[in-house]
Nanobody, 126 residues
Framework: QVQLVESGGGSVQAGGSLRPSCAASGYSFCTYDMSWYRQAPGKEREFVSGIDSAGARSYVDSVKGRFTISQDSAKNTAYLEMNSLKPEDTAMYYC?????????????????????WGQGTQVTVS
């Protein structure tokens, strides 16, 4: 049972910036790989960026150099800093997390499984 709460979307003009966040709550003996997806009207949901517990980051080509994903492990919160926003970035942005067993979670680590989605936060660029 994991819950994600997203916030920080909004409306900006082209070239502006936003920094939505995604706060996860769940088992303390799990770590949480975090990722961001987005879905524009009439389009399929697409992967935007991801970060694992080791700090490895990945991005879809269209946002490389403009977006930066980061994670505050103490708060189990992921951020997506979006700079130089373009109208084509307009979409509902969704956070996803995949729990992983922490190193010492020998007895309870089997509960760190599945994948969970946030409620989404709207980003509009004009």
């Amino acid at each position: 049972q994991v819950q994600l709460v997203e916030s920080g979307g909004g409306s900006v003009q082209a070239g502006g910036s936003l920094r939505p966040s995604c706060a996860a709550s769940g088992y303390s003996f799990c770590t949480y790989d975090m990722s961001w997806y987005r879905q524009a009207p009439g389009k399929e949901r697409e992967f935007v960026s991801g970060i694992d517990s080791a700090g490895a980051r990945s991005y879809v080509d269209s946002v490389k150099g403009r977006f930066t994903i980061s994670q505050d492990s103490a708060k189990n919160t992921a951020y997506l800093e979006m700079n130089s926003l373009k109208p084509e970035d307009t979409a509902m942005y969704y956070c996803k997390t995949v729990p992983r067993p922490a190193g010492a979670a020998v007895l309870m680590g089997h509960l760190c499984k599945g994948d969970y989605w946030g409620q989404g936060t709207q980003v509009t660029v004009s």
